[in-house]
């Protein structure tokens, strides 16, 4: 939310400074309108109206996110999107850490397979897996930053990819394996 909060503050500035020189070309005031200027100042407001708009589309998300986690699961598996949970989970992750700590920066990394396809999972249980992961990772790479040198970067990566089963063929009982 400081994103949005900062970019509707100099919209306002950049609107004042835009308002101040459309009054030199009034009779009475002072001063040559510079019409360049003017279409700085709007291009300016521009980009910072789709910046506003991005943020706050990624505030939203993340909003949702939590509400999705703090939701009661009901335990049933659903396909899910893991690259699209992983990525979700990485940026709430982050982002509440940096409400706590506007110091603290990170490079985010992620290395997604393509058509992972969706798999049958419990998406609020793998959230809360991922959640603590990424939680953990943050905390190690923010400690990590107050005893490294100066230009360390503190960087997280995410991979998503998929590994031949070890059990293909054979199925899990309480006993423990049996063909199929």
């Known amino acids: 939310m400081n994103f949005v909060n900062n970019f509707s503050e100099v919209s306002a500035e950049l609107v004042t400074e835009l308002k101040e020189e459309r009054e030199k070309g009034r009779t009475g005031v002072t001063g040559v309108r510079d019409g360049g200027l003017e279409d700085e100042l709007l291009e ?32 049933e598996k659903r396909p899910t999107d893991l690259n699209a949970l992983a990525d979700e989970y990485l940026k709430l992750a982050y982002h509440g850490l940096k409400a706590k700590d506007k110091e603290f920066n990170a490079e985010l990394i992620t290395d997604f397979k393509r058509d992972l396809g969706l798999i049958d999972v419990v998406p609020q249980e793998i959230g809360r897996v991922l959640l603590n992961l990424y939680n953990n990772a943050f ?8 005893t490294a040198s100066p230009d360390y970067q503190p960087r997280v990566t995410v ?11 054979e199925r899990l009982t309480q006993e423990g394996l049996l063909p199929p």
């Open 44 to 75: 300016d407001l521009q980009q910072n109206l789709q910046k506003i708009a991005h943020h706050g589309g990624r505030a939203s998300a993340i909003v949702s996110g939590m509400l999705e986690h703090a939701r009661s699961s009901t335990g």
């Open 139 to 146: 905390y190690a790479v923010k400690e990590k930053q107050t």
């Open 159 to 169: 991979s998503t990819k998929t590994t031949p089963s070890p059990l293909k063929g």
